[in-house]
């Protein structure tokens, strides 16, 4: 039987206040996690920003991204290894529709062509 690929997008917040070594790394871990896993389509580091609410009495986190590809078991076992994580201050995965995924590939290439012709002007 063949294995289900889906779509997913996950945030995940970093605790900025242990240095931004520890935070490289723990983006680092994740992202490598991910990459292990799956395929990592895109990677937004958002970077540091202010949180809508302190959490444990934090107001800052480092806000990371990630979009990618993989069996439909492993988003549980990300989830697992996000809430075991200290240095994760909140996170969520979140599968994309398949319809969502198709038409937004299918609009790639116009906004590419689109892009060709303004070059050429």
């Given amino acids: 039987m063949d294995k289900v690929i889906n779509s997913y ?8 206040e242990n240095g931004e070594d520890a935070v ?3 983006v ?9 896993n799956g395929t990592v389509e895109s990677v937004n580091e ?9 959490i444990d009495d934090i107001p800052e986190g480092y806000y990371v ?5 993989s069996e439909a078991e492993f988003p549980a076992e ?13 996170s969520i ?3 994309i529709d398949p319809k969502k995924v ?3 590939e299918a609009a790639k290439p116009e906004a590419t062509a689109e892009e060709t012709a303004a070059d050429a002007e």
């Fill in 9 to 16: 997008e996950t945030l995940f917040i970093v605790n900025c």
């Fill in 24 to 26: 490289k790394a723990t």
């Fill in 28 to 36: 680092d871990k994740f992202t490598g996690l991910v990459a292990e």
């Fill in 46 to 54: 958002w970077g540091k920003r202010r949180l809508a609410y302190p």
């Fill in 65 to 69: 991204v990630v979009n990618f590809k």
């Fill in 78 to 90: 990300l989830e697992r290894l996000f809430n075991i994580d200290e240095a994760i201050m909140r």
């Fill in 93 to 95: 995965v979140v599968k």
């Fill in 102 to 104: 198709a038409a937004k």
